[in-house]
């Protein structure tokens, strides 16, 4: 079985220079494809929506969960890749995919936070072999 080597999320191309121009350093989504990760490994930036493919890469430093996704921001305060507000909205759009008309307490999903180091943007976008989905892929050897 190949090993796992780390990690792709997409990025939407509007988000993707905080990462490399503006010093944002954390990534934080709904904890999708993040089991099998561990500090050390390769995080690796697809940008999505235009002009799509790798266009960067970093390791990964420290793997934070909460149910509180707001809580990033005591841990990581503005290195975040989004804003109080863009965080509340993206909570706010996952909403959506609650099954309609379910009676059940709904658990709270969790959220992740992956802390990145030693981020580098490559010279031109690198086209991925098969499709990154929203949750992410791992990248494996």
Do not use: C
């Not at 490399?20 to 989504?29: L, M, T």
């Not at 790798?54 to 975040?80: N, W």
């Not at 379910?102 to 030693?118: C, G, N, P």
């Amino acid at each position: 079985m190949a090993k796992i080597i780390g990690v792709a999320y997409p990025i939407p191309k509007k988000f993707i220079d905080r990462f490399f121009k503006e010093g944002k350093n954390v990534f934080v989504k709904p904890a999708t494809v993040w089991k099998q990760l561990k500090p050390g490994m390769k995080f690796v930036f697809y940008q999505s929506h235009e002009d799509t493919g790798f266009v960067g890469e970093a390791k990964i430093k420290r793997i934070v969960l909460s149910k509180d996704p707001m809580q990033f921001f005591e841990t990581f305060g503005d290195r975040l890749f989004l804003t109080k507000e863009e965080l509340k909205e993206y909570i706010k759009s996952q909403d959506r995919w609650k099954s309609p008309g379910s009676r059940e307490k709904v658990k709270k999903k969790l959220w992740i936070a992956i802390e990145l180091e030693d981020i580098k943007k490559y010279d031109k976008p690198i086209k991925p072999k098969r499709f990154i989905p929203v949750s992410g892929q791992y990248l494996k050897e």
